[in-house]
């Protein structure tokens, strides 16, 4: 079981990569995201279930490495890009921007991330990415909705 954990926390061994780790997590999420974004239900199902998945291997890894959120798990990454396009339709310049603003927030840590981050675990792990995706979603349904994009 330990070695699904880890493979599910690191995304198949995708957080080694030497370099931008969260960004490769999040680049490989946006394929499955985007392949199922016509079926928004199936949509949310995914990033449930990829969600859940991330609290409890996340928080096992992060145990049993001793580190504090990992930079290797990426899981958060790659299950919270869902979030970012949900209820938001897809176009080249929509897919970018919400993608840069995703990684823009989630390296900046707007407030409450910081503090959701103390949680610790899983849920630490996993809560300040989706609180992200969640202010990706909601500058992106802004812009649609004053027709800046």
Known sequence: MKKAHDL????FGLGYVPFA?????????????LALHRNTA?????FVILFA?????AGK???KSGCKDP???VIDEFA????VFLFVPLKPFIILTGFILYRLFDIVKIPPMRSVEKLGGGWG??????????????TLQALLFLKIM
């Not at 919270?80 to 979030?83: G, L, N, V």
């Open 42 to 46: 199936m949509h949310a199902i995914a």
């Open 21 to 33: 780790p969260g960004t490769v997590g999040s680049l490989a999420g946006l394929v499955p995201c």
């Open 71 to 73: 930079s290797f798990v």
């Open 8 to 11: 599910i926390a690191t995304v």
């Open 80 to 83: 919270c890009i869902f979030a």
């Open 125 to 138: 792990i996993m809560l300040d990415d989706l609180i992200s995706a969640i202010y990706a979603n909601l």
């Open 53 to 57: 998945a991330g609290v409890i291997s």
């Open 61 to 63: 890894v992060e145990a």
